[in-house]
């Protein structure tokens, strides 16, 4: 089983970056798929998730109108289209598998699996 994402990187105030997660050695379909962050020094954020075949994804309060995720099943990947980017969104940014839309975000046990991350620096 393994989670890889991509896209991460340097960006300014008020620029975009999109993020992806491929998955493979499951089957993505079954699983409510996440973005969860970490800034350093601080705990795990919950970012945002969807389920397989659902027309309403979830979002933080914090990224609502800012970040749009989406899933691609057949290509087993997930992604996070972030816009409007502020210096606050920078974070190590994982792709995370749940059975559950998870009721915490912040525990990690509540995830089945975990990507290695992608870092994302908003700076000027």
């Known amino acids: 089983v393994q989670l890889v994402e991509s896209g991460g990187g340097l960006v300014q105030p008020g620029g975009s970056l999109r993020l992806s997660c491929v998955a493979s050695?499951?089957?993505?379909?079954?699983?409510?798929m996440n973005w969860v962050r970490q800034a350093p020094g601080k705990g795990l954020e919950w970012v945002s998730g969807?389920?397989?075949?659902?027309?309403?994804?979830y979002y933080a309060d914090s990224v609502k109108g800012r970040f749009t995720i989406s899933r691609d099943n057949a290509k087993n990947t997930l992604y996070l289209q972030m816009n409007s980017l502020k210096a606050e969104d920078t974070a190590m940014y994982y792709c995370?598998?749940?059975?559950?839309?998870?009721?915490?975000?912040?525990?990690?046990?509540?995830?089945?699996?975990w990507g290695q991350g992608t870092q994302v620096t908003v700076s000027s």
């Open positions: 969807v389920y397989s075949y659902s027309s309403d994804p």
């Open positions: 050695g499951f089957t993505m379909n079954s699983y409510y």
């Open positions: 995370a598998a749940a059975w559950l839309r998870p009721a915490n975000g912040a525990d990690p046990n509540e995830y089945s699996y």
